[in-house]
T-cell receptor, first 114, second 113 residues
Framework: DAGVIQSPRHEVTEMGQEVTLRCKPISGHDYLFWYRQTMMRGLELLIYFNNNVPIDDSGMPEDRFSAKMPNASFSTLKIQPSEPRDSAVYFC????????????FGPGTRLTVL | GENVEQHPSTLSVQEGDSAVIKCTYSDSASNYFPWYKQELGKRPQLIIDIRSNVGEKKDQRIAVTLNKTAKHFSLHITETQPEDSAVYFCAAIPNQAGTALIFGKGTTLSVSS
């Protein structure tokens, strides 16, 4: 298995632009998680899905952030409009049977908003 | 909700020494405690985990202990090597539907040779 796949690996954009991050979970995994990592705030859970349905989005910082999972093999995290404080590494992770199960992280997307 | 505190934030040891990282959690219902290792520029990866029905678990040079009464758990690395240098994250999750892992802030471990 290729593991969790994320794209792009690096994204540099200007303030105000729309940013879309993509994730393909491990095949057969029912849970998908989006995290944001910064030096100041550490690893923060933004949202997670179970069987393509959003379960908890309380970590989404504000309305500029949105996430979708149209099918079991694809999810997007969108930021519109982007701001410099959104600069961070965004990780996607998936797990097999539940939230108390091993989470496998993707390589991350390093986002820089100028 | 659950809150996980992790100490120390940085730890420097000499090669061959032991390293201990401690975490406390607030929700007595938490029952799963994984530890992740993140090397510089890489993704977090699970290195060991423990469930609340077990007090200790070992895997070669690493071990995790859990004290449910005191609500804390620790990662022990023996005979440290330079390749152990990384950021280590603890996490906890309540035994409750609709919840997810809560991570500690991380510990940066530096092993010097």
């Amino acid at each position: 298995d290729a593991g969790v796949i994320q794209s792009p690996r690096h994204e540099v954009t200007e303030m105000g632009q729309e940013v879309t991050l993509r994730c393909k979970p491990i095949s057969g995994h029912d849970y998908l998680f989006w995290y944001r990592q910064t030096m100041m705030r550490g690893l923060e859970l933004l949202i997670y899905f179970n069987n393509n349905v959003p379960i908890d989005d309380s970590g989404m910082p504000e309305d500029r952030f949105s996430a979708k999972m149209p099918n079991a093999s694809f999810s997007t995290l969108k930021i519109q409009p982007s701001e410099p404080r959104d600069s961070a590494v965004y990780f996607c992770a998936s797990s097999s049977t539940g939230v108390g199960d091993t989470q496998y992280f993707g390589p991350g997307t390093r986002l820089t908003v100028l | 909700g659950e809150n996980v505190e992790q100490h120390p934030s940085t730890l420097s040891v000499q090669e061959g020494d032991s390293a201990v990282i401690k975490c406390t959690y607030s929700d007595s219902a938490s029952n799963y405690f994984p530890w992740y290792k993140q090397e510089l520029g890489k993704r977090p990866q699970l290195i060991i985990d423990i469930r609340s029905n077990v007090g200790e678990k070992k895997d070669q040079r690493i071990a995790v202990t859990l004290n449910k009464t005191a609500k804390h758990f620790s990662l022990h690395i023996t005979e440290t090597q330079p390749e152990d240098s990384a950021v280590y994250f603890c996490a906890a999750i309540p035994n409750q539907a609709g919840t997810a892992l809560i991570f500690g802030k991380g510990t940066t471990l530096s092993v010097s040779s």
